[in-house]
C-alpha cells in the first residue's frame, strides 16, 4: 500500500536524494513529485514539473523509433495493466538537446488496494557518467546559441527535419513561427553590442516562457528566431504568435541603467507533407516580409 496524497516526510528525503530521477504520477496523469536528480537530468525544476500532466507534456521524447504516446504511454502504461515497465527513452532537456534514458515505471497500489497512479525511476543510458558528461558538453556546444542559451539553427533544422518525417508517417502536424526583432540595429547602435547581446538574451527567454515544453524555440540567426509549434495548425499559430508579440513589446531589458523595449514581427506558416526545410522556412520568411511591410510588430500566418 502506498498513500500518494500523503507521503511521510521521510519518504520524500529518500526519493528526493537517490542518483537516479524519481517521478510520481498520480491517476489522474498529474506530477506530484520530482525528485532533484530528475531536475539534473531534464533541466526541469520541480516547481516547473510538479502540478503539470505527465512527462510526455514535460519532456518532448520519444521511445526509441516509436512516438512518445503513439501506441504505449510508458508513463500510464503500467497504470493500465498493473504491471512494471522498463523503457528506453529520450528525454528532451530543457535546453532543447536529448538525453538518452531508461525509465522503470512501477504501478502504485494505493490505500484502497486499487492502482492509483505510477512511480517512474529514469537514468541516463550512457554506460560510462565520464563519457556522458563529455557526450553532454559536445551536443550543448554543437546545438546551443551562446548568447541565448537556446537551441541554435542546427537544432532547428534537424527538428524541422524530424517533424516533417512525423507529419510524413502519422499525420502529426505542426507550424512554424519565424521572428525578427524590429529595428534591432539601432539597439546596438545607441547601446552597444552588450546591450544588443542583452536584449537578443531577453528575447529568446520571452518566447521560450511562451510556449509549451514540447515546443521549440531556437536562435535562426542575427536577431531572427524561429519556433516549432508540435500539434499547432493556422488558427492556434496566429493565436501564438500574437501572444508571443505582445509578451516580446511588454518586455523591458535593464542594461547598465538603460531600459531598453523592443518589438518583434512574426511570419508563420503550417507545415505540408510535401516540404522540406528549406520550403517550409522561406514561406515562414515570406509571410515575415509581409509584416515588416505592413508596419513591423505584426504577425502574417498563411
Known amino acids: 500500500m502506498f498513500d500518494l496524497e500523503n507521503l511521510s516526510a521521510q519518504e520524500k528525503k529518500l526519493l528526493d536524494n537517490m542518483i537516479n530521477g524519481v517521478c510520481v504520477i498520480d491517476y489522474a496523469g498529474h506530477v506530484i513529485f520530482w525528485n532533484e536528480s530528475a531536475a539534473e537530468i531534464t533541466g526541469f525544476s520541480p516547481e516547473e514539473s510538479i502540478g503539470r500532466a505527465c512527462p510526455s507534456d514535460i519532456i518532448a521524447g520519444e521511445i526509441i ?16 495493466d498493473e504491471k512494471p515497465a522498463t523503457i528506453d527513452i529520450r528525454l528532451r532537456h530543457k535546453n532543447g538537446y536529448d538525453v538518452p534514458a531508461r525509465i522503470r515505471c512501477v504501478p502504485i497500489i494505493g490505500v484502497s488496494g486499487m492502482t492509483a497512479g505510477v512511480l517512474e525511476v529514469f537514468e541516463r543510458s550512457y554506460g560510462d557518467l565520464s563519457i556522458s558528461s563529455q557526450l553532454e558538453d559536445m551536443r550543448k556546444k554543437a546545438y546551443i546559441d551562446i548568447v541565448t542559451r537556446i537551441p541554435n539553427r542546427r537544432f ?6 524530424e517533424s516533417l518525417d512525423m507529419l510524413r508517417q502519422n499525420g502529426r502536424g505542426f507550424s512554424v513561427l519565424m521572428g525578427d526583432i524590429d529595428f534591432f540595429k539601432r539597439v546596438n547602435d ?15 527567454d520571452t518566447l ?4 509549451r515544453l514540447l515546443d521549440i524555440v531556437s536562435r535562426w540567426g542575427g536577431e531572427e528566431f524561429l519556433v516549432i509549434l508540435k500539434d499547432v495548425h493556422k488558427k492556434a499559430a496566429l493565436r501564438r504568435a500574437e501572444a508571443l508579440r505582445k509578451a516580446v513589446a511588454e518586455r523591458i531589458t535593464k542594461d547598465d541603467g538603460n ?3 523592443v518589438t518583434i514581427s512574426f511570419g508563420g506558416t503550417v507545415a505540408r507533407k510535401d516540404d522540406t526545410i528549406e520550403s517550409l522556412t522561406e514561406r515562414a520568411d515570406e509571410c515575415l516580409y509581409k509584416s515588416k511591410e505592413g508596419g513591423r510588430n505584426r504577425v502574417t500566418v498563411l
Open 65 to 80: 523509433s516509436e512516438p512518445l504516446c503513439k501506441s504505449r504511454c510508458p508513463f500510464l502504461m503500467p497504470q493500465a
Open 156 to 161: 532547428a533544422e534537424e527538428s524541422i527535419s
Open 190 to 204: 545607441t547601446y552597444g553590442h552588450d546591450a544588443g547581446d542583452a536584449v537578443l538574451a531577453a528575447v529568446a
Open 208 to 211: 521560450r516562457s511562451g510556449v
Open 259 to 261: 531600459d531598453i523595449a
